[in-house]
Structures are given as C-alpha cells and as structure tokens.
C-alpha cells in the first residue's frame, strides 16, 4: 500500500489514497480538497512517519519523492512537494501498483520503480494539466502576437487567462493557430510580463490607465493594486504643489519596492525629513528648499530635479541617477552616496553644485564628471575613485579629504583648498591648475651701494 500527499511547512494535505484518485478542488495555494486526514510535519523524519502511519492507519516506512529519491530529512521539504509514502507490506509485494495499473488500463509500471509509477498514476489528479503547463502558445491580441507558455498565462490561477485554457472553453483561433483575443496589445505587455516574472514595468509612453483597465479584465489581481497606485500617483503629479500630508497620503499607497512616479512634482519648501522615498521617479521635480535630511533616496531618478538650497543632511542617496540635478546651495552633510556593493554608481554628471557643503560624506566611486563645484566644502569627503574628470572645482575646499585613485583628468583646480589631504596618484598627469603669478614689487630707483667696510 503506498500513499500520495502535498506537503506545506506545516501541513500535508491527502490526494491520492491507496493508488485512488480522490476529489481535489485546484485553486491556487492553499489546495482546498473534501479530504480530512491531514497530517502535520514533524520536527524529525522519525516523528512524521508515526504521524502519518497513525493517520493513514498504516506503517509507513519511508517517504520518496516522485522521482524516486529517498527523503531522509523533513528539511529538505519545500512548500507543495509531491511526497508518496510507502507502507511496509507495498515494499514486501511490490507487484501491486502493476496489477492496480493494469486494472485501470494503464501502462505497467516497474516493480522497482514504484514512485515513477506513482507519478504517471496520478498526475492527472495532481496537475491535471501537467502535461501541458509547458507548452508553448501564441496569442493574437488586437493583431499582435505574442509568444508564451501556457504555465506563464496560468500562473494567476483567478484570471480570465487561466479560465481559457480549462476544458469546456471555446476559443477562436487565427490560420497560425494563435488564440484570437480582442484587446489592446500596448496595455496588455507590461501585464505579460508581470504574469512572467512578478515586476510591473511600464514602458515610456505607456499610460497607466490604459494597463489598469486592461488587468481588471483578465482578472489579473495581483497587479491591480500597484497599478492602481501608479495612476493616482501620475493624478497628483499633475495637480500642482503638493502639501506634507498630500504626498505622504500618496506614498502610503504603494510599496517602497515599486518604483513610484513623481516627475514634474512640485514639493517646494515641504519637509519630507526622515522619509523613505526609495525607488521614486523625481525627473524634473520642484525640490527647491525642500527638508529632505535623513531620508533614503536609493534607486531615485533625480535627472534635473531642482533641488536648490535644499536640506539633504544624512541623506542615504546611494544608486541614484542624478544627471543636470541643480543643488547649487544645498547642504549635504555627512551622506552616503558612495559605491553600494552589488549596486550602480550614484550618477551626478554634469550636476550644478556649487557652493554645496558636502563635509564628511561618503562619495567613494561617485560620478562626478563635467559637474560644476565652484566654491562647494568637500572637507573630511571620502572620494576614493571617484570619477572627476573635466569638472569645476575652482575655489574648492578639500581640506582632510581622501582623493586615492580619483580621476580628476582635465579638472579645474584653480584656488583649491588641499590642505591635510590624500593625493590621487599621478596628480601631476590628471588636473590642469591655473596658477596667478604673484605680483612684482614695484620698479624704483636702485639704493646706493653699501660704503666700504673700515
């Protein structure tokens, strides 16, 4: 006698009994099934096995996957797992899963292999569509066609895209053979590609409402929320200044990790300190005074945001794309804008920075190529490799900053401040300095010659 069962981390649900296919109700996880014995995974192999032959009223006395492999711990579970459990009298008179196949018409299975037969024996109670999950189709949307699997469309098992391919659904076809779906194919990519990898990205151009409406036709519901998001987001955007509480009402909308669009946003002089304001799209904000000390602004786009005298102390702006931002005036004290492990650069190219007091940041590894800095404090700064090529920084203060293997070919270095710094190797290769002579003292007539000594 052997016994077929999903396991979960906390508890395995019946299928199959005795090699009979039982009632199950596929829906998404949790399995809903009529069965009640369900058995609870033990803490040790040993203690699941006296669970489960409890439960099933026989001695179990191994548990194997459906390939075959013997499961000799219960950490080696995951969610879901198919198991078959072998009582001791299938594995004294193996010849019994053979007859029962027989019986029901099947193909006969290897006395040796009893979990192989078991997965041809009951796959289609499991996965009744297991043989077809991995099929490749095509779908002709709005004229379009689009090339998936079938395991991708039906991974959203409460969508309308599930419901066409269940048995009983009648769906019209083109001469290639791809199902003919009457929608537009502009809107229904991102959602594709959703289904695929689980990421709403919404290209240039794309109007979030046009996606929305499309996801609440298919049913697809995971992406309604974050959709939903987007479009009150891109509402606000376009609605004029935005108060403290208007943009906090919006971030609590959406999550941290979705990327949040705020171009063109007008936030002038509103205090956003200590926020969390990852992964936000700020091209082309109003940021002018705004309070955005302490904040995390990882995986931002500030592409030129207006972030003139602004409050940027302790910020966290790591990863960030800044190209053209204007901060002339900001204050960005003791930040961290270096390098992050695994991450891109933050990316201030061609930014207008002067007069910014940078003192005691971490900018290791910053672009800062072709930017301007004139009169900005870069004091006690860690700048290890950052790349400063071509860029203004006449009348800087690098007083006790760490230049080591910075690019500075091509920089401007006129009235630079290096006291008690950490030159860049081959400085004498890579900056072009403009020195002032120092002015003559004025042309007279000459003194007369001393008198001789007595």
């Not at 609870?40 to 699941?48: D, M, N, R, V």
């Not at 791809?178 to 919404?202: Q, T, V």
């Not at 602004?297 to 500030?302: E, F, G, K, T, Y």
Request: proline share 5%.
């Amino acid at each position: 006698m052997w016994f077929v069962f999903r396991a979960t981390r906390e508890r395995f649900v019946l299928c199959v009994n005795n090699g009979v296919p039982v009632s199950v109700h596929h829906r998404s996880p949790p399995f809903e099934t009529i069965i009640k014995q369900v058995v609870l995974l033990g803490s040790s192999l040993q203690e699941t096995l006296e669970i489960t032959s409890g439960k099933f009223g026989a001695e179990i006395v191994e548990l194997l996957s459906l390939k075959g492999a013997v499961i000799d711990d219960v950490r080696v579970l995951r969610d879901w797992d198919t198991i078959v459990a072998v009582t001791k009298d299938h594995t004294e008179a193996p010849a019994s899963p053979e007859r029962c196949a027989h019986d029901h018409g099947q193909p006969h299975g290897s006395a040796s292999e009893p979990a192989d037969f078991v997965l041809r024996r009951t796959a289609h109670c499991l996965l009744p569509d297991a043989a077809s999950r991995c099929d490749w189709v095509k779908l002709n949307v709005g004229g379009k066609v689009f090339a998936t699997t079938r395991a991708t469309l039906t991974s959203d098992r409460s969508s309308m895209l599930t419901t066409m391919f269940e048995p009983g659904w009648s769906s019209i076809t083109d001469g290639g053979g791809a199902y003919l779906i009457d929608r537009s194919p502009e809107y229904f990519e991102p959602l594709l590609n959703f289904l695929r990898h689980g990421k709403l990205i919404i290209n240039e151009g794309v109007n979030p409402q046009g996606v929305l409406e499309e996801a609440k036709f298919f049913g697809i519901s995971k992406a309604i929320e974050p959709l939903e998001a987007l479009v009150q987001s891109e509402e606000l955007s376009s609605s004029g200044h935005f108060t403290r509480k208007e943009f906090l009402r919006m971030l609590s909308s959406t999550s941290s990790a979705s990327m949040l669009r705020c171009q063109g946003i007008d936030l002038e002089n509103v205090d956003l300190s200590y926020f969390d304001l990852r992964n936000i799209n700020f091209k082309c904000a109003n940021l002018r005074g705004c309070n955005l000390s302490n904040c995390d602004l990882s995986n931002c786009v500030l592409e030129r945001a207006d972030l003139s005298n602004a409050n940027l102390d302790g910020a966290i702006i790591q990863c960030v794309y800044m190209q053209r931002v204007n901060l002339e005036g900001a204050t960005m004290r003791g930040c961290t804008m270096g390098e992050r492990l695994g991450g891109n650069i933050t990316n201030m190219e061609g930014a207008n920075l002067k007069a910014v007091l940078f003192d005691n940041s971490q900018m290791n590894g910053i672009n800062l190529r072709l930017a301007s800095l004139k009169g900005a404090f870069l004091r006690s700064c860690n700048l290890r490799y950052a790349i400063m090529a071509g860029t203004d920084l006449e009348n800087c203060d690098l007083t006790g900053s760490d230049l080591q293997h910075a690019n500075l070919r091509g920089s401007n270095l006129a009235g630079v401040i290096f006291d008690n710094i950490i030159a860049p190797l081959h400085m004498s290769q890579t900056v072009n300095v403009t020195v002032q002579a120092a002015p003559l003292p004025p042309q007279g007539p000459l003194p007369p010659p001393a008198p001789p000594p007595n």
